[in-house]
């Protein structure tokens, strides 16, 4: 884990960017190509945000985003580039033609990394504004400044982080919503028996996606590892179950909608979503950014339900801070 430093925060970057999710990366690599020095700070342990993955005794779970789909050129470009570099694969999934991270969801992100300077492990808890700089401190109460800030996290953190430095985006943030995920993961000494690999669930649930990890392109073998994701409805109505009942819920669930029978896992566990995918996101027609100019949002909420959003949606923040009167 990197933090930031006293020292570290005497260069002060032409943009700040917070979260190092999709948005928060395609916006920085936009803003390093339009030869602006670019710091990414993430509350997170790992880079990616909802492209996540875990792995735990020996298991990998890929427990957000299951796969993607890239139509708009600039999106195509940067998966294409990724499925040189081994990042991306092809999957033809759920009825669609999709691309998944290889080995795992979160080499993508990992992938959008190169060249930026990106900590994790920072939680920023409150922003100001002092002249032409942006003041950020975070939860240990260090300060960060910059000269420009966006602003990626989920739309109920963007909203309270931004509702007295920049009112117009936090009002934003506030007309978009979520559904949650409960995501079910569990691990299994032995190898599942023969199935049908395509994934499992629709949206009327309980089970709305689930599949075997080993069943993914470029995916081991050798991880005897089940990962079951929740419909929104149900989701929703469990929301504040214990994680422990939720994981026994979705693997009966599981069992009954893909017919298939298995042994106890021995490693069995749930990971609650607050905010998994957009329901509504905000106006298209808003501005992205600040009356003074120097702020801006990006993530999802900004255009829809997908990671490709979250991309178009960082690339769109550069865009209009970089145009923007300050
Ligand atoms: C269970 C699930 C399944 C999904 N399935 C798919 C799918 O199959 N296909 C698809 O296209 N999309 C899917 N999505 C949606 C997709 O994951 C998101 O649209 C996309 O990843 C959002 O990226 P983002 O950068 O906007 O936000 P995030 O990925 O949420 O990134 C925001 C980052 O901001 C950080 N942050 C927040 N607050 C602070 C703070 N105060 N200080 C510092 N850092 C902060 C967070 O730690 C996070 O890393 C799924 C999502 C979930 C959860």
Not at 93 to 121: E, H, I, K, S, W
Request: hydrophobic content about 45%.
């Amino acid at each position: 884990m990197t933090t930031s430093s006293d020292t570290a925060d005497l260069v002060i970057p032409d943009l700040m960017v917070i979260g190092s999710g999709i948005a928060g990366l395609a916006a920085a690599q936009a803003a390093m190509s339009a030869g602006m020095s670019v710091m990414v700070i993430d509350k997170g342990r790992r880079i990616g945000g909802r492209v996540s993955t875990r792995r735990a005794h020996g298991f990998t779970f890929n427990h957000g985003a299951q796969f993607m789909t890239a139509r708009s050129p600039e999106f195509v470009s940067l998966s294409t580039a990724a499925i040189q570099n081994h990042a991306l694969a092809a999957w033809h999934v759920a009825n669609r033609d999709a691309l998944c991270g290889t080995p795992t969801m979160r080499d993508f992100p990992v992938y959008m990394q190169r060249g930026l300077d990106v900590r994790q492990g920072i939680e920023i808890t409150d922003i100001g504004r002092e002249h032409d700089h942006i003041i950020l401190t975070d939860k240990d109460g260090q300060t960060h400044m910059a000269r420009h800030l966006i602003v990626s996290a989920p739309a109920p953190q963007s909203q309270r982080l931004l509702a007295n430095v920049a009112p117009n985006l936090s009002a934003l943030a506030c007309s978009a919503s979520y559904a949650p995920c409960w995501t079910g993961m569990y691990g299994f000494s032995d190898a599942p028996p023969p199935h049908d690999p395509a994934p499992v669930g629709d949206d009327a649930g309980p089970v709305g996606f689930a599949l075997w990890e080993a069943d993914r392109p470029g995916a081991p073998a050798a991880n005897h590892a089940l990962t079951v994701q929740a419909a929104p409805g149900w989701s929703q109505q469990h929301l504040k179950d214990d994680a422990g009942d939720v994981a026994d819920a979705l693997l009966a669930a599981w069992q009954e909608a893909s017919g298939q029978t298995i042994g106890t896992p021995v490693l069995k566990a749930a990971h609650r979503w607050r905010y998994a995918r957009v329901v509504t996101p905000a106006s298209d027609d808003a501005a992205v950014t600040s009356s003074c100019g120097r702020i801006a949002v990006a993530g999802d909420w900004l255009g829809g339900a997908r990671i490709e959003h979250a991309f178009l949606s960082g690339q769109r923040a550069v865009a209009a801070l970089t145009t923007a009167p300050n």
